[in-house]
Structures are given as structure tokens and as C-alpha cells.
């Protein structure tokens, strides 16, 4: 991974290694955020950070197979994860591995470069691939 990228967005994952999705925890609500809301949504209260779960499952996605934004792999895939700590959050996964997807496959989390940012810039994002020989 070239070290000189920057995120294509600062804030919602940590390179690593390991890689971390930098989420929320409301202790009043004992609710989950990503990304890290400035407030609790549902009682404004104050949010803590925490370091949210590098494996989930897929529970829905697709795959594009035509040219998308920010200059994106063909094929790529998006859609959401449910993570092992009980979060569903919305993702790209590898786009080397978009024949691997499947409902309920399990994932891990990796950061690399893919696409370009909103100033045509080369970019790291997150993204989940396939576990290899992970059942359903």
C-alpha cells in the first residue's frame, strides 16, 4: 500500500495494520455510530470513540458492472455489512473478489487504494473482502 495516500475521507477509518473503522458509542443510549456523529442522534448526548469490529457478514450487495464515480473498479460491489458487534454499516468490498460475494459471506476489513477522492487524487478506502473458505 502506497504510504504516501491519504484517506479519501479523515476521520472514518485508521490505516493501520491492522485497519479500524473509527465508530461511536453513545453511553446514555448505549447505541453505535458510524461514522462518528458530532452528537448522540437520539439524545444529544456526548459520543465516545471506539474502535468498531474488522469482521461482519454480508447482509445485502451489488455489483456494477459499467464505470462509477470517482473512477471505481469494473466490476466493483457495494452494499452493507453486518458487523460482529451488531452494527450494519454501508461499504465497498474488494473489487478483486467481487465473484466471491455472497449473502451471509463472511468479511474481514482491509484499507487500499481504490478510485480517486473529490479532487481526482489517488485515495485509500476501506473495504471488505471475502474470507477465504468462510462458509455462509
Known sequence: MD?????????????????????????????????????????????????????????TYAALQMGAMYKLPVPCAVGWVDLEDGLRIFS??????????????????QVGAIGVDNNDQSCLRYYFTPENGGDK
Not at 465497498?92 to 476489513?109: H, Q
Open 3 to 59: 504510504s504516501e495516500l491519504k484517506p479519501v475521507m479523515e476521520g472514518i477509518f485508521e490505516v493501520g495494520p491492522p485497519p479500524r473503522l473509527c465508530g461511536s458509542l453513545c453511553p446514555e443510549c448505549n447505541e453505535k455510530f458510524f461514522p462518528k456523529p458530532p452528537v448522540c442522534p437520539h439524545c444529544l448526548g456526548e459520543v465516545q470513540d471506539i474502535n468498531l469490529s474488522t469482521k461482519g457478514k454480508i447482509y
Open 92 to 109: 465497498l468490498f474488494d473489487p478483486e473478489k467481487v465473484s466471491e460475494l455472497d449473502f451471509g459471506k463472511e468479511v474481514t476489513l
